[in-house]
Nanobody
Framework: QVRLVESGGGLVQSGGSLTLSCKAS????????MAWYRQAPGKERELVAS???????KYADSAMGRFTISRENGLTTVYLRMNGLKPEDMAVYYC???????????WGSGTQVTVSS
């Protein structure tokens, strides 16, 4: 059974930092591209950052220069370091595992990030 378990969300003041973690189990982690998505109330889920099996990162424009995605294959964990948080970053953040060139993907249940102004 595949599980993706996010942690690290919480309440932070504007300008603050958080690091999200996503622990994966039940899959061959090194074979999956990993990503973080977020969904704010009333909005569609959007891609924040992704990292391939070759450690190539990509970022949404809104995350560029402030967020850093990384992965630790030995720990089957992907991280999202978020600096300079803004109220508009407030959302539920979801971890995603995607097997390239297939329709296989998995989602975590999300972790809430709240940014106070």
């Amino acid at each position: 059974q595949v599980r993706l378990v996010e942690s690290g969300g919480g309440l932070v003041q504007s300008g603050g930092s958080l690091t999200l973690s996503c622990k994966a189990s039940g899959l061959i982690f090194s074979r999956f591209d990993m990503a973080w998505y977020r969904q704010a109330p009333g909005k569609e889920r959007e891609l924040v950052a992704s990292i391939t099996t070759s450690w190539l990162p990509k970022y949404a424009d809104s995350a560029m220069g402030r967020f850093t995605i990384s992965r630790e294959n030995g720990l089957t964990t992907v991280y999202l370091r978020m600096n300079g948080l803004k109220p508009e970053d407030m959302a539920v953040y979801y971890c995603n595992a995607n097997l390239a060139l297939s329709n296989t993907e998995y989602w975590g249940s999300g972790t809430q990030v709240t940014v106070s102004s």
